[in-house]
């Protein structure tokens, strides 16, 4: 302890000591270092962050208060950010603008919340069969759960497609339960549910919003048919759409991840998915000790892939895009 410190036990009684005397600072830690922490979305527990003691300490200088690297350690012990040796692992590749895209994300995040308009972060979460399979985890049972020993598709009765919507200001998530396919309509179709049926109760002035997503699959920044499909959304919902897509590589930013996903996983450990509804019922019990709460909905209705945008789009389109970085940021005006 004495070495890891530098100090001894005298500078880190101190620091203990001011954490204590002002709580605000663990607040303002949180604030300060959340658009640089990362979690994984099948363990709650698993969470980095890519910022240096020294760094952290910049960044309360930059709000005008006084910390220490002492301070800092015991802010990052205390929210589980535990310092770990990296592996050495290949990069699959090296994105340009990574790093300004982070930034521009954390301004438009900030910005909303501010102006009270509702922030949604976005994805689908892995699909999972409909039948008697192995599932990870344990649960109170009389007796013995007897799966099958091979988990052949053939076996499946269906499959469930979790489609997830995580708002960040009420810290609450609204689940989707596809018996289809994922795609860029059955995104959309699950927005517009969950926003007509639930977040409109919580935002019933709101004239836009901000959707925050990974840009492949049915999120696609690249895709014509997902921004056809965002803007009949609009249209629908009368809404300017806000779009900000995390670059490749990095969706375990995407606050849906550690916030929602990984607190599902944990509600489906160790459970026989026998039918949709038992995935529904044990999603809509997921909670947390900071107060989350999940509405979940199966939807029923069959999707096609492999869709193309219509011949006109891009000359009818009300889609404005930024001027710097416009693949990953642009808004969508309602006809």
Excluded at 87 to 95: D, M, Q, S
Aim: with cysteine.
């Amino acid at each position: 302890m004495e070495q890891r410190f530098r100090g001894g036990f005298g500078k880190l009684a101190a620091a203990e000591k001011k954490l204590a005397s002002e709580p605000h600072l663990v607040t303002i830690f949180e604030e300060l270092v959340e658009s640089q922490i990362a979690g994984s979305p099948m363990n709650e527990k698993v969470r980095w962050t890519n910022l240096k003691d020294i760094e952290i300490v910049r960044l309360f200088e930059k709000q005008g208060l006084a910390a220490s690297r002492f301070m800092v350690k015991q802010l990052t012990a205390l929210k589980g950010l535990v310092k770990r040796k990296m592996k050495k692992t290949k990069t699959a590749k090296e994105v340009e603008n990574r790093d300004e895209q982070f930034q521009k994300l954390q301004t438009l995040k900030a910005d909303y919340l501010k102006r009270g308009l509702p922030v949604l972060s976005v994805d689908t979460k892995k699909k999972e069969f409909i039948g008697e399979f192995y599932r990870a985890g344990k649960s109170y049972c009389q007796a013995a759960v007897e799966v099958f020993d091979h988990d052949f598709p053939s076996l499946a009765s269906g499959r469930v497609v979790p489609h997830g919507i995580y708002e960040l200001r009420h810290n609450k998530g609204y689940l989707s339960l596809g018996t289809s396919k994922d795609t860029s309509e059955f995104l959309c179709d699950n927005l517009k549910y969950h926003w007509q049926n639930n977040l409109h109760q919580e935002y019933p002035q709101a004239e836009q919003m901000l959707l925050l997503m990974d840009g492949g699959g049915s999120n696609s920044c690249l895709h014509y048919i997902v921004k056809e499909d965002l803007q009949k959304l609009a249209n629908d919902l009368k809404m300017n759409i806000r779009v900000a897509h995390y670059p490749p590589y990095c969706s375990k930013y995407n606050p849906i991840e550690h916030r929602l996903f990984s607190h599902l996983q944990r509600s489906w450990e160790g459970v026989v998915f026998t039918d949709y509804e038992i995935v529904k019922e044990r999603a809509e019990q997921t909670s947390t000790a900071k107060g989350l709460q999940v509405v979940a909905w199966i939807n029923e209705k069959l999707y096609e892939s492999g869709r193309k945008y219509s011949d006109n789009f891009k000359e009818t389109m009300t889609i404005v895009f930024d001027e710097v970085l416009p693949k990953w940021n642009y808004q969508i005006q309602p006809l």
